[in-house]
Each structure stands twice: as structure tokens, then as C-alpha cells.
């Protein structure tokens, strides 16, 4: 698979695909940057996922509380 694939970043499941490096020494250093900058924005993708999952879940505590009073009066 070359660095044109259109399949290089995810697979159809949408999982992160780690390239081989294979190839000459400044092609694999390339692939392996690559590789290095993909698996950080897995991880800054996952990180942001959790953390707006925490934020949503934080705010709709207290927008409920909010709306059960309001249904109350």
C-alpha cells in the first residue's frame, strides 16, 4: 500500500492502520513519522471524544435539575 492509497488512514472499521516501513532508509523514516503522527491523533481524537462525553454528561445534571423545577412551578 503506497502513501496515495486512499485506505491509508483508516480501514473500514475505522481503526487506525499502521503502515511497514519497508523500503530505503529515508522512505522508512518518512513511513515511520507518519505512523508516529498517526497514532497521536488517534489518541487526541479518543481524548477529545471522552472529554465532551464528561462535558455533556456535567451539564446535563444540571439542565435536568433545572427543567424538573421549571415543570414543578
Known amino acids: 500500500m503506497g502513501l496515495t492509497s486512499p485506505n491509508l488512514l483508516y480501514n473500514w472499521k475505522r481503526k487506525l492502520v499502521e503502515q511497514a516501513e519497508a523500503g530505503p532508509a529515508d ?5 515511520a513519522a507518519f505512523n508516529r503522527m498517526q497514532a497521536r491523533l488517534g489518541r487526541f481524537v479518543a481524548d477529545r471524544t471522552r ?17 424538573l423545577r421549571a415543570e414543578f412551578i
Open 27 to 31: 522512505l522508512r523514516q518518512t513511513i
Open 51 to 67: 472529554m465532551l462525553a464528561a462535558i455533556s454528561h456535567d451539564l446535563r445534571t444540571p439542565i435536568t435539575t433545572l427543567r
